[in-house]
Structure formats: C-alpha cells, structure tokens
C-alpha cells in the first residue's frame, strides 16, 4: 500500500523508510524490474527516494505492477 500510494505522490517514497518497513534493500525487493523502469524513465531512484516521473505516473499501474510481479 506505501508503494501503491506514495509513487503516486511527487514527492515519491523513502528509501530509508521502504527498506526499513520491508527489512530488505530496494535492489532485493524490486530486483532487476526497477533498473528496468529506471533506464526507461518511468522512475528516479537516488539515495533517499523513488519517485515515479510524470511518465511513470501516467502508466503507474503498469509501473507497479511490473515492481510487484
């Protein structure tokens, strides 16, 4: 739900609290699907946030259901 409801947020979602929430890395819940959004521009990630771009936002069903999958 954190995730359905903050990527659609501009400010997207903490990293640090995600991690700490799912005690996991980003890398190890989203795997190779968010690399895949990233290089595709549907997605930022940085140290502290992902946040969906306004193109990851206008497909942000697509978006998380390829993190979810």
């Not at 903050?6 to 903490?14: N, P, Q």
């Not at 991690?19 to 980003?26: F, K, P, T, W």
């Not at 997605?43 to 390829?66: F, K, M």
Request: cysteine-free; proline content about 1%; aromatic content about 2%.
């Amino acid at each position: 739900e954190m995730l359905m409801m903050g990527l659609r947020l501009t400010e997207g979602i903490s990293r640090l609290r995600l991690e700490a929430l799912a005690q996991r890395s980003i890398e190890d819940l989203f795997g190779p699907a968010l690399s895949r959004l990233a290089e595709g521009g549907f997605v930022v990630l940085d140290d502290e946030r992902i946040v969906a771009t306004a193109a990851g936002r206008q497909r942000l069903n697509a978006v998380l259901a390829a993190l979810l999958a």
